[in-house]
């Protein structure tokens, strides 16, 4: 991981919300959206409450915890991106959808994510890290069976919503490593 992926990871990150903002796009129903989070300078739309994003709080003995929970490291640049800023939606164009990052339930939303099921507790258990849905049928995640020793990066597969109890599960290789969909997520939003 070098400074220039980090900057590409604040990039794509600065650059996302943007266009949320000025699509006003940053509303969720979240009656108890926490102060630090809300956008007081717009207005609330029925049960939509104005979000804004914040700097993360995440710390390294957070990141260490969820990995011991789940047995597996993260890629050094998934935690720069956990440690940037907290937000409530962040869709891409090419269809990834991370998960919903506040600022107190981040991790109680990863490890819904993780182990809500059995079947992503199975992925798991197989090296595979459950961080983001793909549309509205497929699931995204780190094949941890292929990391890179200096900064844990791997591929990023997907899988079919509706194949995770095949065995084996398919899945298709979406990118070489986080690093590489960073790169690819910042020159689709140049253009």
Request: net charge negative.
């Amino acid at each position: 991981m070098t400074s220039a992926d980090i900057n590409l990871v604040h990039q794509f990150v600065d650059t996302a919300l943007e266009k949320w903002r000025q699509a006003d796009l940053m509303h969720f129903p979240d009656a108890d959206m926490p102060l630090e989070m809300r956008d007081e300078a717009r207005v609330a739309d029925e049960d939509w409450t104005p979000w804004k994003p914040i700097p993360s709080t995440v710390t390294n003995s957070d990141l260490q915890e969820l990995e011991a929970q789940i047995h597996l490291p993260y890629p050094a640049l998934y935690k720069e991106f956990l440690r940037y800023k907290h937000f409530y939606e962040l869709w891409t164009e090419q269809e990834i959808n991370f998960f919903r990052h506040g600022i107190h339930e981040w991790k109680e939303e990863l490890i819904r994510h993780y182990f809500q099921s059995g079947v992503p507790a199975k992925l798991i258990g197989q090296g595979y890290i459950y961080f983001a849905d793909y549309s509205d049928w497929g699931i995204v995640c780190f094949d941890t069976r292929h990391q890179n020793p200096e900064d844990q990066d791997c591929p990023i597969v997907m899988i079919d919503h509706e194949l995770l109890l095949d065995d084996p599960v398919p899945m298709k290789t979406l990118y070489p490593s986080f690093a590489a969909m960073m790169r690819s997520l910042v020159a689709e939003q140049k253009t």
